[in-house]
């Protein structure tokens, strides 16, 4: 069989608790019900707005509850997901969006003087959706929020194939960042891949429903690093594919005490971090407060794409004995 993440979402949402939750951000609880709706209409709204089967849509926010929203759309109206990293100046947005060809761009609000900036240029994107936490966007775009809202929230009910695509833009040492071209099935036989040195994992659609039925919601997973990073978004779309739980943190940059506080409190099996970088600050604040957090809910802690020292891992053991390091 080829696997297509859209299908999956259908395949596995009528089979969760209605309790379930499927995004957590801050206070923000969204359950697996209320993800399905609102990611059916986003996804018939981008449709009705001129996207076509294989049209890109840009993603240029922080992590939030949208970003995981918007990605499911996309796979559910076979959109093709471009990511921008956020750091990037108004010229290099420019490119990330024109370079794709991006038909849609969703963005939040904190970015709107950059949209300002270069929307005019940007000729081939025919939408244009604002993540508005008062309720006013700029004058060229649509409110998310009324996109998400807006309709029944059934099913698209359209056929959808394993070589939907995803594209990952990724900086090198040199020129201009470079779009990584994925297929759902290629995507997702990697991950089923790297899951099996952690035990039997679904090989087919009705084997992965049998182990919903059977096991229920799958992990909740913290990625503490950016969605808009491969890591983090790799990790996020097997979550989901498992009908588990994302939960993203509010602060622009990594808080340590905010995130040991988020895995303590919605009890979060897995933290995804990008190396070092990530683990020495987070060791430290678990050096300086032994004991202050209750941690053990988690099981595993996921690392990719910088080095990550065995001091740091030897570190975190200390704490949260029980965690298996993947690195």
């Not at 009528?14 to 019900?33: F, K, N, Q, T, Y």
């Not at 099913?155 to 070589?163: A, K, M, N, Q, Y």
């Not at 297929?183 to 997702?188: F, G, N, S, V």
Request: aromatic share 8%.
């Amino acid at each position: 069989m080829a696997w297509n993440f859209g299908d999956i979402l259908d395949t596995i949402a009528p089979l969760l608790p209605a309790d379930a939750p499927a995004i957590i951000h801050g206070e923000r609880r969204i359950d697996w019900p209320e993800f399905t709706r609102r990611t059916n209409n986003l996804a018939r709204a981008l449709i009705a707005g001129g996207a076509k089967p294989g049209d890109k849509v840009a993603f240029y926010m922080r992590n939030r509850s949208e970003y995981v929203e918007t990605l499911a759309a996309c796979f559910k109206a076979r959109l093709t997901h471009v990511n921008i990293n956020y750091r990037y100046k108004p010229d290099e947005v420019f490119y990330i969006i024109d370079n794709s060809d991006a038909q849609a761009v969703v963005y939040g609000d904190e970015f709107r003087d950059v949209m300002a900036e270069i929307q005019p240029r940007l000729t081939k994107a025919g939408q244009f959706i604002e993540i508005s936490a008062n309720g006013e966007v700029a004058p060229f775009a649509t409110r998310y929020e009324d996109l998400a809202t807006a309709g029944d929230g059934a099913p698209l009910d359209i056929v959808r194939s394993g070589e939907d695509e995803l594209f990952l833009y990724t900086g090198g040492p040199t020129g201009m960042p470079k779009g990584v071209i994925w297929t759902h099935d290629a995507l997702r036989q990697v991950q089923l891949a790297a899951a099996h040195r952690l035990g039997p994992v679904p090989e087919t659609m009705e084997q992965l429903k049998a182990a919903i039925g059977m096991v229920g919601p799958g992990p909740r997973v913290i990625p503490a690093c950016p969605l808009m990073h491969g890591t983090g978004l790799f990790v996020a779309i097997s979550t989901l594919a498992s009908g588990g739980c994302i939960i993203t943190l509010p602060s622009a940059s990594l808080d340590t005490q905010e995130l040991w506080s988020a895995a303590e409190r919605h009890k979060a099996a897995t933290i995804v971090i990008v190396g070092a970088a990530f683990a020495r600050p987070m060791l430290a604040a678990l050096d300086e407060a032994p004991g202050r957090y209750d941690l053990s809910s988690m099981v595993s802690m996921v690392s990719s794409g910088v080095m990550w020292t065995q001091e740091n891992k030897h570190g975190l053991l200390r704490h949260i004995p029980q965690v298996q390091l993947v690195d």
